[in-house]
């Protein structure tokens, strides 16, 4: 098992930067791929960034490349995202997870998750 706890969340204004991050316990935090997702109310939870279990294989949406950047630190047993320029679209709830592999972009190939943190971009 691995517990996720996210945080970091908040209300910003566009062209603002958020630093989200989220706290693993549990089983040995390096052996999982760790990725963000985000979902806004009455939409699909969609895929924003992945890491590989060391940090050297990230990947991005569309959306958010260039923009995002997903680090952790598997001393600390965290994983980072730092979001640039926010958008009002951006607004959502940022959610966690751990995977097997940073290949996987559905939320359905992770199995461990967050409870999610509120992000807010206003214009």
């Known amino acids: 098992q691995v517990q996720l706890v996210e945080s970091g969340g908040g209300s910003v204004q566009a062209g603002d930067s958020l630093r989200l991050s989220c706290t693993a316990s549990g089983r040995s935090f390096s052996d999982y791929a760790m990725a963000w997702f985000r979902q806004a109310p009455g939409k699909e939870r969609e895929f924003v960034s992945v890491s590989n279990f060391n940090g050297k294989t990230t990947y991005y949406s569309e959306s958010v490349k260039g923009r995002f950047t997903i680090s952790r630190d598997n001393v600390k047993n965290m994983v980072f995202l730092k979001m640039n320029d926010l958008k009002p679209e951006d607004t959502e709830v940022y959610y966690c997870?751990?995977?097997?592999?940073?290949?996987?972009?559905?939320?359905?190939?992770?199995?461990?998750w967050g409870q999610g943190t509120q992000v807010t971009v206003s214009s």
């Open positions: 997870a751990a995977g097997v592999s940073s290949g996987n972009f559905g939320p359905e190939e992770y199995d461990y």
